[in-house]
């Protein structure tokens, strides 16, 4: 667990140097998508979860 701190640090703060915003945003936007698809396939999250049904509780 010590590894992902300074790649969390990293991975954004590099493109946006580097690349400028338009890096930074993809690097964030796939991040997320990869936590996301992380979290789904560990069982962490369902898609339904996403979605709202249509009857009110």
């Known amino acids: 667990m010590s590894d992902t701190g300074p790649a969390g640090r990293h991975g954004p703060g590099l493109p946006a140097y580097f690349g400028g915003f338009w890096a930074f945003l993809l690097v964030a ?14 069982g962490d999250l369902e898609a339904s979860d996403f979605v709202r049904s249509r009857e009110r509780r």
């Open 29 to 42: 936007a796939l991040g997320a998508a990869g936590l996301v698809a992380g979290r789904l396939l560990e």
